[in-house]
């Protein structure tokens, strides 16, 4: 490095350089005097340059500097001439109150003559350690909203649940009562769609509400609940699912299951009049992203109609398919023969990997 000629020169340029830095900046002798400040000190600051040089840092302002926990760690740090970063502390500031300022040091040894100085900048991060408080106050307090809104998810799924099953069983009690065949069926009907709606509604209150909804689990524990809510005992029906490992949102869940319920109710109410200990109802799923495939099949009797999609007025199980189908942005089809029945709900096309039974 190139040597100054005259002492002058050096001493100007360092200068410089300490008027140049942006933040406040203060130069300490061995004793901790001042020698040099920029601007940017004196005016954040608000010290008066003319009454500054050779006083020490704790006397400067009044002694506004003599701050136990900054002359502590000085103290400690300076003489061991080790680079200090990111030191923290807290003081007064005129004209702008208290304020959070950063520290980073260095000490100098001259070669030689065993003297030192010290270099010290700050840095006003008050504004940055405000803004995290108040990010960390919102954080804490989204997470005492979202807490009394699971209380109010979870308080309102109970409630939905013990309505469901008032209903339910009103509509049982009422059926039992009459005497009209047909009028006996549509309270049959009607509480066989209550009980499709509580059977999907209990899985999503154990879901916790989950935006996801893992769709292989999904199906796995609403067909056991329907399994064992819905197959009598005078007759054994096996239902299987097989799926690909996938999640979908909790609305497109509500919509999924219902189908998925509806389809396996009718199949354990009709397709097998005859008990049979062969008696199977499969329901697959399968993805290709971004399209998918529901498929609810049985080994039963079949309904004599060959890809044959149901239409509006034809049932209100039908209607409802239907309607939730079109939710899912997917179309149905059935097909039916002696070897059993299979109903499809599928969101484009492709060739299906999944066994059925029909």
């Known amino acids: 490095m190139k040597q100054f000629e005259h002492p002058e020169d050096a001493q ?38 003319t009454h500054s040089h050779g006083i020490t ?67 006003d991060i008050t504004e940055a350690r405000q803004a995290e408080a108040q990010k960390q106050a919102l954080l804490e307090r989204t997470k005492e909203l979202l807490a009394q809104q699971r209380v109010l998810f979870q308080e309102m799924q109970h409630r939905v649940a013990n309505s469901l099953q008032i209903i ?10 009459v005497t009209s065949p047909e009028t006996r069926h549509h309270l049959d009907d009607a509480h066989q769609r209550v009980m499709s709606v509580a059977a999907v509604q209990n899985y999503l209150h154990l879901t916790d509400g989950i935006d996801q909804i893992e769709v292989a689990a999904y199906l796995k524990k609403l067909c056991s609940g329907l399994a064992a809510s819905m197959v009598p005992e005078t007759n054994t029906v096996t239902i299987d699912v097989t799926a690909d490992k996938s999640s979908i949102p909790s609305a497109n869940a509500v919509s999924l299951g219902l189908i998925v319920t509806e389809l396996v109710i009718n199949a354990i109410k009709y397709a097998f009049p005859k008990p049979r200990a062969d008696a199977r109802i499969l329901v697959s799923y399968e993805v290709q992203d971004p399209d998918w495939k529901l498929v609810v099949s049985d080994n039963g009797v079949g309904r004599g109609e060959v ?34 029945m299979k109903v499809a709900v599928t969101r484009a096309t492709f060739t299906s990997r999944m066994p059925n039974t029909a």
């Open 12 to 49: 100007t340029l360092a200068l410089a350089i300490v008027e140049t830095i942006p933040e406040p900046f203060v130069v300490l002798d061995d004793k901790l005097g001042v020698i040099a400040a920029n601007d940017a000190f004196y005016h954040t600051f608000d010290i008066d340059p």
């Open 57 to 123: 840092l704790y006397d400067l302002d009044e002694r506004q500097w003599d701050i136990p926990v900054l002359r502590d760690f000085l103290k400690t740090a300076i003489p061991e001439h080790k680079p200090i970063a990111g030191f923290e502390f807290e003081r007064e500031v005129p004209r702008l109150g208290r304020r959070t300022m950063l520290l980073s040091a260095r000490t100098v040894r001259y070669t030689g003559s065993g003297r030192s100085m010290t270099l010290l900048a700050f840095r």
């Open 168 to 177: 339910a069983s009103i509509l049982m009690l009422k059926a039992r009562a």
């Open 307 to 340: 890809n044959a999609s149901p239409e509006p007025g034809s049932g209100l199980g039908a209607v409802i398919i239907d309607a939730l189908a079109k939710q899912l942005d997917a179309v149905v089809a059935i097909s039916s023969s002696e070897a059993g």
